[in-house]
């Protein structure tokens, strides 16, 4: 059968976004000790003691036609400071949501995330003729959502209770999208906060 999204390695000036492999755990769970971001109890980074199962977890998604992940390469160190994801891919439909994103926290505030959503994003909607691509988080991530509103998707709304944490408590899930029609605007957006950054 064939894939709507295809493994593709895509580097920007700050980053490279190259597949997951299963033998970037360990490289992934060093990212992860910078800032201890499995502490959050919002996100869903993995532990370095985790982060084995994390990946085989993204790799049987990929084998499923669900997700294609990648690990986040800085350009400048060769190190690899973090993890995103196309997620939720609905091949006939040609959506996806580019989710699981997280930077190691020294690498946070930097022209890198623009940088990887631009290139993402651009893949999807210029390549693969997305016709929407959505962006997920906790209610209770306010950092993620301001990041996600000046990207330039929309809020599409808040799905209440839609997931059990891990503590026992329920993630309310506010749902965002840019969509083809948006999409010049929004990446002229995207260049500009670059060009700022440089």
Known sequence: ????????????????????????????????????????????VP????????????????????AMSFIIRDNKSG???????FCNIEEHSQRAEIGYTWYAKSYQRSPINT????????????QLEAIAVEFRTHWHNQASRRAIERLGA??????RNHQKMADGSYRDTVV?????HEWSSVKNGLEFKLKEKR
Not at 49 to 54: A, D, N
Not at 79 to 85: A, D, E, Y
Not at 154 to 159: A, E, F, N, R, S
């Open 115 to 126: 940088e990887c959503k631009l290139m993402l994003l651009t893949h999807a909607f210029e």
């Open 176 to 180: 965002f999208s840019i969509i083809n």
């Open 154 to 159: 929309k809020q599409d709304g808040v799905l």
């Open 47 to 66: 532990s370095p003691e985790i982060v084995k199962t994390y990946v085989e977890d993204a790799l049987t998604m990929f084998d499923r036609h669900t």
């Open 79 to 85: 190190k690899i400071i973090g993890s995103t994801r």
């Open 1 to 44: 059968m064939d894939r709507w999204i295809e493994p593709i390695t895509l580097k920007g000036k700050y980053a490279t976004l190259e597949p997951l492999a299963a033998d970037h755990a360990s490289e992934l769970g060093e990212a992860s000790k910078d800032g201890e971001l499995w502490k959050l109890w919002f996100t869903g």
